[in-house]
């Protein structure tokens, strides 16, 4: 059996069935399954997750029952094949057809005459399956046609219009690139570039942010030595402007109330070229861990970490702090290119009171700005009601801090992460 095939098999189950992240899920299958090619594995991961909607409407077309009836090992399979048919030019069609019924006799015994049917007919007859009519129901179409749930497209139309959403949608699709963060208390830019060049990598300066690098060609750069002795991390282009916005400087205090795993402390502490101190904490300790393992990779010794709820005032912080980072939780709905599950969930009550809880840490973490000190929100997502609304409520309710700078990413503008950033100071006195 084709190892790459089964190593994604196994991905995209664990993915289905243990509700486990696609990053990790991939990851630890491609070390367990040592397939010839990774980057054939992650290309069809990551195609069938992020068009599982659509391959789903595809396969409904060509079987007679109901696909919520279909075993889930059955659909993994359909998924993959109809993938690498239909969207995977370098794959023959035997390939596709040959290698998904060796799967079907390993993992759907007994069901390998329905996957091969299913299959061929969508081989003879593939230009008969129609989307849903865009002028009848643009919600159904787009929701279809680039694999994301209704509400989330409903969401988007209402806030931004029909065109937005769809080059939100469009752009949320295909391999985000890899930027990562010079470690400026290691190496410089131009140093970082020249090495990693040598290693035979191909390297571009972002243009969004000033310590980000993006690596164009070359895969394997975690397992470079370079990155093991701390001279860069991974990190999104918007997520590393993020932290330029804050700008802390050397000798600072800064606090950020939820800050694992640690990416935005982390490159704080570089601009502040280790010196001052930076208090991290984070509601779950295991994550704080996190933290303190990447501060000693990158040589980071200036931060302190505790556990902490960020709704709940913590006294030994009260107006101690020269920069305040409020990275709350979030939908996540900007990070839909890295983290595809995302756009399958449904609708719950919790997205819901996301705003409320996200006041509040906001409200929380502004008692720990000196006066004359900042104060910063960010989200990684693009809803209007967990990002500006957040704002408008909080600033309301304080009149002591005013806007500095905000601003949306935008994933088809700013080809990054859909990212929401607002930068406040705050300028008098608490009343
Ligand atoms: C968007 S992530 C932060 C990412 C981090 N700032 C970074 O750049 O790596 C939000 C974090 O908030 C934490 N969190 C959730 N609820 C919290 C709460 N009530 N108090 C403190 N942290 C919380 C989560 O554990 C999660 O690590």
Redesign the pocket.
């Known amino acids: 059996m084709d190892a790459n095939r089964k190593t994604a098999y196994h991905a995209l189950m664990d993915v289905e069935t243990k509700n486990a992240y696609s990053n990790l899920a991939l990851n630890h299958q491609i070390i367990c399954g040592r397939p010839s090619s990774p980057s054939f594995v992650r290309s069809l991961v990551y195609g069938v997750l992020e068009n599982k909607m659509l391959l789903d409407y595809i396969i409904a077309h060509y079987i007679t029952r109901d696909i919520e009836k279909v075993k889930t090992s059955d659909l993994v399979v359909l998924r993959m094949g109809i993938y690498q048919l239909g969207y995977m030019d370098s794959v023959p069609e035997y390939a596709a057809v040959n290698e998904s019924v060796v799967l079907a006799k390993k993992f759907c015994r007994g069901r390998e005459g329905f996957i091969n049917g299913v299959l061929r007919a969508y081989i003879r007859s593939r230009h008969a399956v129609r989307l849903p009519d865009r002028s009848e129901d643009p919600v159904k179409y787009l929701s279809i046609k680039y694999s994301c749930e209704e509400w989330i497209v409903d969401l988007w139309m209402d806030q931004y219009g029909a065109d937005t959403a769809e080059a939100i949608l469009k752009h949320s699709q295909g391999n985000p690139g890899l930027c990562i963060r010079v470690n400026t208390l290691k190496t410089g830019k131009e140093d970082l570039i020249r090495r990693l060049t040598e290693k035979n990598f191909e390297i571009k300066e972002s243009l969004i942010c000033q310590s980000g690098l993006l690596v164009t060609k070359g895969s394997q750069i975690l397992e470079d030595t370079l990155y093991k002795n701390g001279l860069f991390s991974v990190?999104d282009e918007s997520?590393i402007r993020t932290v330029e916005m804050l700008d802390p400087q050397a000798g600072e205090m800064m606090v950020?109330?939820?800050?694992?795993?640690?990416?935005?402390?982390l490159?704080a502490a570089e601009r502040m070229s280790n010196r001052g101190q930076i208090v991290a904490?984070?509601?779950?300790l295991r994550?704080l861990a996190l933290i303190t393992k990447e501060a000693d990779r990158l040589g980071v010794s200036i931060l302190r970490t505790w556990p902490?709820?960020?709704?709940k005032v913590d006294s030994e912080l009260l107006e101690k702090a020269d920069r305040v980072?409020a990275?709350?939780?979030?939908s996540g709905l900007g990070v839909i290119r890295r983290k595809p599950e995302i756009k399958y969930k449904k609708r719950v009550s919790e997205f819901d009171s996301l705003p409320v809880?996200q006041l509040e840490?906001l409200t929380v973490a502004s008692k720990y700005v000196k006066k004359g000190g900042v104060l910063q929100y960010s989200?990684?997502t693009i809803n209007k009601k967990e990002n500006e609304d957040v704002i408008k409520e909080f600033l309301r309710k304080n009149k002591n801090f005013s806007i500095v700078e905000e601003r949306q990413f935008m994933p088809h503008i700013d080809k990054t992460d859909g990212f929401y950033v607002c930068k406040m100071v705050r300028s008098d006195s608490l009343i």
């Open positions: 990190q997520s950020d109330v939820c800050a694992a795993p640690g990416g935005k402390t490159a904490t984070d509601i779950y994550k902490w709820d960020a709704t980072l990275d709350v939780p979030c809880k840490i989200t990684c």
